[in-house]
């Protein structure tokens, strides 16, 4: 099938720098739209930054400026850079996509999520 895999959390400074990479991996045909989340225990969801097979992007309002959402379409990876991190920015951290693939002779389109990488924004 198909597998996203995220890397590059850890524990950062306030004001310092961490770069994501997500991967995807299985028999892939097509990744249109492919996005970073974040959650905090206790709350939901949300959606950080996507981008489009074509390269546009929309980022939530908390990280405008500071994060940077990109893509390698050949390599079927997302990136996320993040600069200027704050304590607020503390999070598990996600990537999904809705991946077109196929499976033996059959074509699907499924929503799948890596397994999340911790990010933690502490002095």
């Known amino acids: 099938q198909v597998q996203l895999v995220e890397s590059g959390g850890g524990l950062v400074q306030p004001g310092g720098s961490l770069r994501l990479s997500c991967a995807a991996s299985?028999?892939?045909?097509?990744?249109?739209?492919m996005n970073w989340y974040h959650q905090v225990p206790g709350k939901e969801r949300e959606l950080v930054a996507h981008i489009t097979r074509g390269g546009y992007t929309n980022y939530a309002d908390s990280v405008k400026g500071r994060f940077t959402i990109s893509r390698d379409n050949a390599k079927n990876m997302v990136y996320l850079q993040m600069n200027s991190l704050t304590p607020e920015d503390t999070a598990i951290y996600y990537c999904?996509?809705?991946?077109?693939?196929?499976?033996?002779?059959?074509?699907?389109?499924?929503?799948?999520w890596g397994q999340g990488t911790q990010v933690t924004v502490s002095s």
């Open positions: 299985g028999s892939i045909l097509n990744i249109n739209v």
């Open positions: 999904n996509a809705p991946v077109q693939y196929q499976n033996g002779s059959n074509y699907y389109t499924g929503d799948f």
